[in-house]
């Protein structure tokens, strides 16, 4: 079996955002039946939009929001589009601030999400959530998110352009260079999709419900649930994009994840019409259906629930092509020998079943391995945990060969460092 180098690094692009010299009041409160004004956030006036409140807010606020489907104001000033590039429905910028879920108009004192779901919805058109520091000298910035269900979020890469354009992270929600934490969140039905080029390969799609980069330590997701996301890479005339973490993508990050639930993701290799493999070796794969932690990742997991999702290699021409792998249904871990970039990943009280790490289809089908779990050059430790059902299957070989297939549970590789990988106490 050959080598599958993957060390994809993916770079961050800063740009100076203005400073908003508006002070806080400490807490600000949102409803749809509210009206946005510069003095808004009061019990009496809450603002409309929670992107008013944000821009209103100072670090150690907090914002409190009504119940309801919360979407995206162009009459709202937001840096995202401004100065970032990019919509998205609340927009955090070099700041950090907390935004709570779950209020009444009749209580603003005690959040119940159960009676006032709180949803923040991207009508499938713009990212939902990005929180960002855009610059070293900048402010630092962060999130604290409870108590909402982020959805139908959507980033889509350029078709043309470096590496930082045609790529795209985090359809739900981007977290650059900031402190995180999300509590009793659902991300659902969001997309991140690589740009589809002329040149080569097409853009890679990470974290289509979740993307996290250059994150410190205290970055924690609890009680989060991720169901429906799909990462996608997009097609180039030689090789389609890579797609990353169809539920969640942490890379270069300090990580907690306590009981996160991924259901049926998928994360999706981008097709090509050409030969599927670049002059690099590199291919259209999909690295970890429902999770994927890259590079210089360190990250612990404790109760980890994963079911149908799917990482699936992109297909390539059918005559005479050689299609992608599909590599970590459920989990995909990688590191790599460059100092201060190795990942390291724990795993505690994990139920792992029916996932699929699935080849593409081309005239040679595309490799399959680890239906729940693979590893490359990744220190991991899986404890207390079962893998059940998973599936590890080659692609469809049209007139070639099929793709091979290992480790219908677990596929653990160790090509160029000392990583170990240790599973105990599992079925």
Known sequence: ??????????????????????????????????????????????CQTIQQAVQLAVTGDQILVAGGIHVYNAAVANPCTSSLGAQAVVCVVNKDVTIRGGFSTADWVTANPGANPTFFDGQTARRVVHVTQTASNQPPAGLTLTDVTVQNGRTVGANSGPDAATFAFGGGLLSDVTRLLVQRVTFTNNTALGGSTSAVYGGSGAGGGVAIRAAPAGTTLEDVTFTENIAQGGTGPTRGGFAVGGGLFVYDSEFLGVRLTFTNNQAIGGDTPGSGTDGSGFQGDALGGGVAFQIGSNATVRGLTASGNVAQGGDANSS?????????????????????????????DAQMNQNLALGGTARNGGLAAGGAVMTFDATL????????ANVALGGDGQGGAAGPAGGGGYYLTRFFTTDTATVRHGV
Do not use: H, K
């Open 320 to 348: 005479s092509g050689t299609a992608a792998g599909g590599f970590g249904g459920a989990v995909y871990a990688e590191g790599t020998t460059t100092t201060g970039f190795a990942s390291n990943v724990t795993i505690f």
């Open 1 to 46: 079996m050959r080598v599958l180098a993957r060390a994809v690094l993916f770079s961050l692009t800063l740009a100076a955002v203005p400073a908003l010299a508006q002070p806080g009041t400490g807490t600000l409160r949102v409803a749809l039946t509210g009206t946005n004004s510069g003095t808004c956030g009061s019990v009496a006036t809450p």
């Open 381 to 388: 430790l899986v404890d207390r945990s079962v893998a059940t």
